[in-house]
């Protein structure tokens, strides 16, 4: 049978704010990417996260982001010292990798978030950096990446196991680039709209683009954000979807983008 994973940001409450279901979704998907407190979450989040991850037997991995809680990780931020950056994100992949070691339930990926993830897609010196930092940490961790993005080629070329990602709520530009935020149709909620496009790239091997493109690829994880509206439906959709295409749902192994 087919595998394929199903993954999800979560681990993004903050205090005395609750930002998604995860309880809920860790019932569905197989990989967690934890926020690690610089965009979302904080230490009691993680490990909660974490240990429900740990008795529903879901994978996890870090969820690193900018030094951005007031945007949630989604601003594009400059001007930082490569050094700096380095150690920040070095930081964040060790904090919730030792959490999880003490947890009992070994941290498997790392998964760059928002503006940090967009931007090291399309820079191929912050994509070094970021493959820089999770390899300092463990090697043999698996880095979670876009296709068609400087980050995957980076990765590669650096050793490590790449798990190519595509989105089932988001729409691609015909660069393969996920498309902005700020442009009309970027975010889909739509869950027919969704599993079309889902279905797609896991049974045709094609990511759809807004410009009418249809880009080759080989998908080993499809993530739903945690904090999209309708998230937990979308994702028990798509897996119910897939089982009856013949798909199981299981954690990724590394794969090439097309």
Partial sequence: ??????????GESFGAWTIGDDSAMLDIISSANIACGFHAGDPSVMRRTLRM???????????PSFADLYGFGRRRISGERPED???????QIVALRGMAEIEGHPMTHVKTHGALGNMAAVD?????LCVRAVKAVDPGLVYVSLPYSETFAAAERAGLTVACEVYADRTYTDA??????????AVIHDPSQSLAQVLEM???????????????V??????????TPGAVTMARTLRDALAGEGIAIAPFAGSRQG
């Fill in 176 to 185: 393969g680039e996920l498309t902005p935020r700020t442009e009309h149709g």
């Fill in 124 to 128: 191929p010196d912050l994509a070094a």
């Fill in 218 to 227: 080989e998908a080993a994880t499809i993530c739903v954000h945690g904090d």
């Fill in 1 to 10: 049978m087919k595998t394929i994973d199903l993954n999800c940001d979560m």
């Fill in 53 to 63: 991850a740990r008795e529903k037997g879901v994978s996890v991995g870090a969820h």
């Fill in 85 to 91: 950056l380095e150690a920040q994100l070095i930081y």
């Fill in 202 to 216: 896991v049974l045709e091997g094609h990511i759809p683009t807004t410009g009418g493109r249809r880009l080759p």
